[in-house]
T-cell receptor, first 112, second 112 residues
Framework: DTGVSQNPRHKITKRGQNVTFRCDPISEHNRLYWYRQTLGQGPEFLTYFQNEAQLEKSRLLSDRFSAERPKGSFSTLEIQRTEQGDSAMYLC??????????FGPGTRLTVL | DAKTTQPPSMDCAEGRAANLPCNHSTISGNEYVYWYRQIHSQGPQYIIHGLKNNETNEMASLIITEDRKSSTLILPHATLRDTAVYYCIVSGVNFGNEKLTFGTGTRLTIIP
């Protein structure tokens, strides 16, 4: 399968713990996006990379959140000191600079 | 990005055409109309996009009014697999370089 992959698919953690999610984009795509989706809402933009450069961050991305894309390939999203309000689906998407963004299946985070 | 307004839900009989409306009265001249859909528990999927001309691909047709203040997504022969939340998004001219601002979309239910 050559689509966008995300790992893990599900993560349950206790409040205050750190979690890290990984996204592997489609191999030739230089743009990578992270979104967050809560129940009943559409996805909300978090941050965007072009190659290894992080070009835009939403104000939703508090200082507890950090994203990286070393070498412009896979990306990681880390949440430190998780809170119950961080419970959501975290979606990754990639594109080649054309109109279409390809989304992965998401990582569902539950903070207890 | 310009805001969009969509009905929260719609039903359509299997085999009939599903027509999903979207209002985007504040769209600016360089903004495109994008449609994505999200099947339950999956990441969003690109359907189609357009600027001012009507567009058709293997999935759907997009009809944009002459004043560009509204559009309609048409699924010509709806199947049960088309049951999903459909998002109408207006975004800037840079293909793949703009974050997508999702609303709450239209929940389309295809009825057997």
């Amino acid at each position: 399968d050559t689509g966008v992959s995300q790992n893990p698919r599900h993560k349950i953690t206790k409040r205050g713990q750190n979690v890290t999610f990984r996204c592997d984009p489609i191999s030739e795509h230089n743009r990578l996006y992270w979104y967050r989706q809560t129940l009943g809402q559409g996805p909300e933009f978090l941050t965007y990379f072009q190659n290894e450069a992080q070009l835009e961050k939403s104000r939703l991305l508090s200082d507890r959140f950090s994203a990286e894309r070393p070498k412009g390939s896979f990306s990681t999203l880390e949440i430190q000191r998780t809170e119950q309000g961080d419970s959501a689906m975290y979606l990754c998407a990639s594109s080649s600079g054309r109109a279409e963004q390809f989304f992965g299946p998401g990582t569902r985070l539950t903070v207890l | 990005d310009a805001k969009t307004t969509q009905p929260p839900s719609m039903d359509c009989a299997e085999g009939r055409a599903a027509n999903l409306p979207c209002n985007h009265s504040t769209i600016s001249g360089n903004e495109y109309v994008y449609w994505y859909r999200q099947i339950h528990s999956q990441g969003p999927q690109y359907i189609i996009h357009g600027l001012k001309n009507n567009e058709t691909n293997e999935m759907a047709s997009l009809i944009i009014t002459e004043d560009r203040k509204s559009s309609t997504l048409i699924l010509p022969h709806a199947t049960l697999r088309d049951t999903a939340v459909y998002y109408c998004i207006v975004s800037g001219v840079n293909f793949g370089n703009e974050k997508l601002t999702f609303g709450t979309g239209t929940r389309l239910t295809i009825i057997p």
